[in-house]
């Protein structure tokens, strides 16, 4: 089993940063890739960006491309989620999970965090 446990959420003008932090405990942390989905209200959860076990493969989906940057520490056990030129629709619950295929597919991760809220105001 892995334990995960997002950090960071809050509320933040458009343009704005926040940094989410997603702490893992249980197995061993480096085994798993790590990817972070978002759900808005009455969205579908979808892809937001993964990371490798090792951390030298990221992917990203579109519409977060360029103002999003993921990472981890495997020494500290955390994934992170820099979020920088936040607008209006990135607001949602963001998601941690892990997996250990390489994959953007939800339903291919095993353990899920239980969300943090991110909300962009004008």
């Known amino acids: 089993q892995v334990q995960l446990v997002e950090s960071g959420g809050g509320l933040v003008q458009a343009g704005g940063s926040l940094r989410l932090s997603c702490a893992a405990s249980g197995r061993t942390f480096s085994r798993y890739a790590m990817g972070w989905f978002r759900q808005a209200p009455g969205k579908e959860r979808e892809f937001v960006a993964r990371i490798t076990w090792s951390g030298a493969g990221t992917d990203y989906a579109d519409s977060v491309k360029g103002r999003f940057t993921i990472s981890r520490d495997n020494a500290k056990n955390t994934v992170y989620l820099q979020m920088n030129s936040l607008k209006l629709e990135d607001t949602a619950v963001y998601y941690c999970?892990?997996?250990?295929?390489?994959?953007?597919?939800?339903?291919?991760?095993?353990?899920w965090g239980q969300g943090t809220q991110v909300t962009v105001s004008s």
């Open positions: 999970a892990a997996t250990e295929i390489v994959t953007v597919a939800a339903s291919r991760y095993n353990y």
